[in-house]
């Protein structure tokens, strides 16, 4: 379990080195998630939320 515990703090350091601005943390019901001012996204996943990051970061660009 410690490894588990070790590596999902290691993903969550480097989501935080790959967004800056953004809060990450892993919920007790698994679910990631992803924190800025007033957006907030969650996810099964850490990839998954890598993945509607970058969605989300690309609709504001273009808006």
Same mark, same amino acid.
């Given at each position: 379990m &410690? =490894? +588990?515990?070790?590596?999902?703090? /290691?993903?969550?350091?480097?989501? +935080?080195?790959?967004?800056s601005?953004? /809060?990450?943390?892993?919920?007790?019901?698994?679910?990631?998630? $992803?924190? #800025? #001012?007033? &957006?907030?996204? %969650? $996810?099964?996943? #850490?990839? &998954?939320? &890598?993945?509607?990051? #970058?969605?989300?970061?690309?609709? %504001?660009? =273009?808006?």
């Amino acid at each position: 379990m &410690e =490894d +588990t515990v070790q590596g999902a703090a /290691r993903q969550l350091q480097q989501l +935080t080195a790959d967004y800056s601005g953004w /809060r990450f943390g892993l919920g007790g019901s698994g679910h990631w998630w $992803a924190v #800025r #001012r007033n &957006e907030y996204l %969650r $996810a099964q996943s #850490r990839e &998954e939320l &890598e993945v509607k990051l #970058r969605q989300h970061l690309d609709a %504001r660009q =273009d808006a």
